[in-house]
């Protein structure tokens, strides 16, 4: 894909997502069993961004620690997991095909340009990382990095990971609200 077209992918992810997010409300059928559902797997994806959030040093160190030494993106497997919870409350096949259509679009772009971000930032570290941890997807054994350090709140707080808490709260209240008010 050439580099014009790749540039403006990622550009319009933020715009795109605002505009997914009104379809999802619209297009949704939740019930209180789909909330339940759903909402339990997007917990796990919370918790997992949550936990990446905690040992998260951007663009000061690269990370290698807590779930990193699983996956190299662990905050994108966390997002995997809330888009399946938000497929899951919404109860929608269209909102199921919305949110797989925005992955597809656009998380191969965002993930590429992170690569070659960290590849620059970090080009004696970041190579040997890359060959040993998977991409998205982790496997059962952990990469054992040196000098690993352990989950720290100011970080998590530092990279405002609160605010997905708080979107993802405000969405189930939507939808709570949708199943209230439109029966």
Do not use: C
């Not at 918790?47 to 996956?71: C, F």
């Not at 993106?73 to 888009?83: D, V, W």
């Not at 054992?144 to 100011?154: T, Y």
């Amino acid at each position: 894909m050439p580099a014009e077209w790749t540039e403006r992918i990622y550009r319009w992810r933020v715009r795109t997502g605002t505009l997914s997010a009104l379809l999802v409300l619209f297009l949704a059928r939740p019930t209180w069993s789909s909330l339940a559902w759903g909402g339990a797997v997007a917990v796990l994806g919370l918790l997992i961004r949550a936990w990446a959030a905690g040992h998260l040093k951007k663009e000061k160190e690269l990370a290698i620690s807590g779930p990193y030494r699983y996956t190299r993106n662990p905050l994108y497997l966390g997002n995997l997991f809330i888009g399946l919870g938000v497929g899951l409350a919404a109860n929608s096949g269209w909102v199921a095909g919305l949110l797989v259509l925005y992955f597809l679009v656009f998380y191969p772009t965002i993930i590429k340009r992170e690569r070659d971000r960290l590849a620059r930032l970090f080009p004696n570290t970041y190579p040997g990382y890359r060959a040993l941890v998977p991409l998205v997807f982790p496997r059962p054994t952990k990469h054992s990095a040196a000098g690993n350090s352990g989950f720290r709140g100011a970080l998590f707080k530092q990279n405002k990971e609160y605010r997905a808490e708080a979107g993802a709260a405000a969405l189930w209240l939507l939808f709570a609200a949708k199943i209230l008010l439109f029966p």
